[in-house]
């Protein structure tokens, strides 16, 4: 649609549908394509006109190229929820497909693989062998897109009917677009199977060299991410491949010259001449510094490639970009080039941004614990940013001092005098902490040492953890290098505090520990508390070589954006194993007398999905498909809201949204606090009473300071069974949450039982019988769910798999034609749930049998299925 076609989302006439079904009939062609535009924005907006899929298909017979493409675009989208319809629109396809018009031709078959029914596949294979071998190459290119489609969603046909065959042979296509999309389609294959899809041979490999340099920049970066995989023969072979792709360093697209840099660095694993290797870096170089002068958002993802493969930061650089910089010049820094870069950090350390100046400071310190001859220059810059008196510059400093002692013991003590005149300074746990440390460490030097802790011993209640551990240890430290009369009275202090005014188990344990051992063995103690301490190393090279090379392997990608590899957060899940309509399901019950019970042999149908549970499957991409945009990129879920638990006007404009999730395998609260109040609040709190679980909060909660307008997110581990409450399980939540402004909010949430699910409630499908047998049958329990239907057997396990309620087996009743499912789920520490779902898909209904040895909690099982089917 154009600009000013706006006019079609304006509508607000009453019976709009039967006036559009009225204009989609029309014979005359305009007003037949504004009603079509007039549906497309209906349905751009959110609005169901699935009720005029058959008048849209009926406009599919024109010449007329934008409304056919219209009509496509709705085809896609509705498709799916109308597959018996869609068939209606195959023989349009068909003829579409064999047009005179090439555009017309490639728009056919693009639509068909972008429509994602079983029923229209088979239908897609005759004209997909035809544009595949059409005459026109833009046709070809879209045929080879559109085989991967067809493969992820039928595997097994796609092999039968030749076309990977046909997809090889087009990499010696005439055509370099065709090539490149061909290579794109077979890499797609590749990643779904086990099986090898796609082996760059000689051959190929020449064909792929030559389409390099004529087909578009996108089409260069999929035939560099094929050469990336490809394993030179031997270094003649290495350098003629380094020597085609270097020029595409100097392209102007950040991804080509990603991509490039990949395969190069794969290349020079092989290359044995180190002349070769250096005028490689040297080349490498100054492509990867341009892009560092690019926008913020590509400047971040070159900085953080370029931190795999090892600037001075801007005043006006994004946060996030100053920080990797930083990252880079640690690693970069060397006795030679120290000056400079400790010039630089110091000049870092007096700038606004409090964060940064924070990591500056610190980066300082890295560097002296890197470089050993140059530790006397950090110290001497740290010394001068402390004379500053800036409160935050001063407590990083100290933090980073204490590091430097243990790397370098017995070196630079000197300057203890200089950090305790900054102990009124001292307000944050991390600073306290390491200041306590130097005192404790080196009391035999410090004549006033016991003064200096005493004064951080007033205030040991209200200290956190972090610093109440090493209070501890530094007074008994104290005591053991100076057994005078004071260090005593003040050892005791601490563990009389340490082991009956406190809740903290880490804190108590330590204490008693000290307590025994001062009590029984001074000596011992001696041995184990000043004890050599092994020296801090270098922390600029964190990275596992193994991870690392992997990560090299995907430079360019998201893996090596986030350091991480792409096992841990992508996922793809592909289509299930197809089954004929006459194959047995079942053969005999478990017990002939209980309807309920699973049967003895039941044939695994859905495979659990791999990687990360619940991973939605990948999206079309409709607009880039039918405007002819061939890369597809992955879609991220959109997150959904959190639950209002505290609202704006009850809480004097505190929001409190959130909700109770599983994460990593822990139970978390996740909130999202809100401030919409005149005023900043801080010092957040949060209380759980009793309830039926025991949860309570795992650590303190960490809100920063919400000034007006502010939102922040929060993760709050949570424990089970710290705080039972009597009486039968129920679902309610009571929480309590203060802050420094303003009174004690209290408010209700629901326990979801779904999210204290444990990874370890999958069973094996003979174990899974033999516990069914063994729980009596006054152990089970039958509910309805009238208002539930399921319309994928599939998706509905996928999105109960994704809880951790996992999947045993299924089988089928042909007679009427119910799916019945098994599966499994355990609360800890030990309730095991048993489940089997009845339901014929499609239509409402769902019912429930659940087999427990904690009857009192079968209530909150059918809540938790009732709103995850339901959703």
Request: net charge negative.
């Amino acid at each position: 649609m154009s600009g000013h076609d706006s006019k079609y989302f304006t509508t607000t006439k009453k019976g709009e549908i039967h006036e559009l079904k009225e204009e989609l009939n029309s014979q005359y062609k305009d007003k037949k394509k504004d009603a079509v535009k007039k549906v497309i924005a209906a349905m751009t907006v959110g609005k169901d006109v699935s009720m005029l899929f058959t008048d849209v298909v009926n406009c599919m017979q024109t010449e007329n190229l934008e409304l056919k493409k219209l009509v496509y675009l709705y085809l896609i989208n509705y498709a799916k929820s109308q597959p018996d319809l869609a068939i209606l629109a195959v023989n349009t396809f068909v003829k579409d497909s064999q047009d005179p018009n090439p555009l017309i031709r490639a728009l056919a078959v693009r639509t068909m693989g972008c429509i994602r029914v079983d029923k229209i596949t088979e239908y897609l294979c005759d004209p997909l062998q035809r544009c595949l071998k059409d005459d026109d190459p833009y046709v070809r290119k879209t045929a080879a897109i559109c085989v991967a489609k067809l493969h992820d969603i039928n595997a097994e046909l796609v092999e039968d009917r030749g076309f990977l065959e046909i997809l090889k042979d087009l990499i010696s296509d005439s055509n370099p677009m065709v090539v490149a999309n061909a290579v794109a389609a077979l890499a797609e294959i590749q990643e779904g199977t086990t099986k090898i899809i796609f082996e760059i041979t000689n051959h190929t490999l020449f064909k792929l060299l030559a389409a390099l340099n004529e087909c578009t920049e996108w089409g260069q970066v999929f035939i560099l991410d094929a050469l990336s995989r490809y394993k030179a023969k031997d270094v003649r072979d290495a350098e003629n491949i380094v020597e085609r792709v270097t020029p595409r360093l100097q392209h102007a697209n950040c991804a080509v010259v990603l991509s490039a840099v990949k395969v190069i660095l794969q290349q020079m694993e092989l290359i044995t001449s180190t002349d070769v290797v250096r005028n490689l870096c040297k080349k490498m170089a100054p492509p990867l510094v341009t892009l560092i002068s690019a926008e913020p958002e590509i400047q971040y993802v070159a900085l953080r490639n370029i931190n795999l493969i090892v600037f001075f930061c801007k005043y006006n650089d994004p946060i996030y970009v100053k920080m990797e910089k930083l990252e880079i010049m640690i690693k970069l820094a060397s006795d030679r080039n120290i000056d400079q870069v400790l010039l630089e950090f110091k000049e870092y350390a007096t700038e606004v941004d409090v964060d940064f100046v924070r990591k500056a400071v610190r980066a300082i310190g890295r560097c002296a614990i890197k470089l050993e001859r140059a530790a006397e220059r950090c110290i001497s810059v740290l010394l001068e940013l402390i004379k500053l008196k800036v409160n935050y510059v001063v407590q990083e400093a100290i933090v980073v001092i204490k590091d430097i002692f243990r790397r370098y013991p017995n070196t630079y003590e000197s300057i203890i005098a200089t950090l305790c005149e900054n102990l009124d300074n001292l307000d944050e746990p991390e600073a306290k902490a390491s200041m306590i440390w130097i005192i404790g460490e080196y009391a035999e030097r410090i004549d006033n040492a016991d003064e200096l802790l005493e004064g951080f011993l007033e205030t040991f209640p209200e200290e956190t953890a972090q610093v109440q551990l090493q209070l501890l240890t530094a007074t008994v430290k104290l005591f053991l290098k100076k057994p005078t009369e004071g260090p005593q009275q003040m050892i005791q202090v601490v563990l009389n505090n340490a082991t009956q005014e406190t809740d903290n188990p880490d804190l108590r344990d330590r204490a008693y520990i000290y307590w025994r051992l001062l009590s029984t063995d001074p000596e011992a103690a001696k041995d184990v508390v000043l004890a050599e301490k092994p020296t801090i190393n270098d922390d600029s090279n964190m990275l596992e070589p193994s991870l690392l090379d992997e990560l090299l392997s995907n430079i360019a990608t998201l893996a090596s954006v986030y350091h991480k590899p792409p096992d841990s957060f992508v996922s793809r899940v592909r289509a299930t194993v197809q089954r004929d309509d006459d194959e047995e399901y079942a053969a005999e019950s478990l017990d002939p007398e209980s309807s309920s019970a699973p049967v003895s042999e039941i044939t695994t149908s859905v495979a659990a999905p791999g990687g990360v549970p619940g991973q939605p499957a990948a999206v079309p991409d409709i607009l880039g498909d039918l405007m002819g945009l061939d890369g597809s990129a992955d879609q991220q879920p959109m997150t959904r809201s959190l639950p209002v638990l505290l609202s704006a006007s009850a809480g004097q404009g505190l929001q409190i949204s959130g909700k109770l999730v599983r994460r990593n395998g822990q139970v978390v609260y996740s909130l999202m606090f809100e401030n919409s109040s005149q005023i900043p609040l801080d010092g957040f709190m949060i209380q759980f009473n009793k309830n039926t679980f025991g949860l309570a909060a795992a650590a303190p909660l960490q809100v920063p300071p919400l000034v007006p307008g502010r939102s922040e997110s929060v993760v709050l581990p949570m424990v089970m069974y710290q705080n039972v409450a009597p009486g039968p399980p129920n679902s309610l939540l009571q929480v309590a949450v203060k802050n420094n402004q303003q009174p004690v909010w209290y408010f209700n949430d629901k326990i979801s039982i779904e999210a204290l699910f444990g990874e370890d409630g999958k069973m094996e499908r003979q174990h899974f019988l033999e516990t069914w047998k063994t729980i009596p049958d006054s152990h089970e329990f039958i509910k309805e769910l009238p208002s539930v239907c399921v319309n994928s057997v599939e998706s509905a396990i996928q999105k109960l798999q994704a809880t951790n309620l996992f999947f045993i087996a299924r089988r089928s009743q042909k007679e009427s034609r119910q799916e019945l499912l098994y599966l499994s789920a355990k609360v800890p520490p030990n309730i095991v749930f048993l489940v089997e779902l009845a339901t014929v898909v499609g239509t409402a209904g769902v019912k429930c049998a659940v087999k427990t040895v904690s009857p009192e909690m079968a209530p909150l099982l059918f809540d938790a299925l009732e709103a995850l089917l339901s959703t």
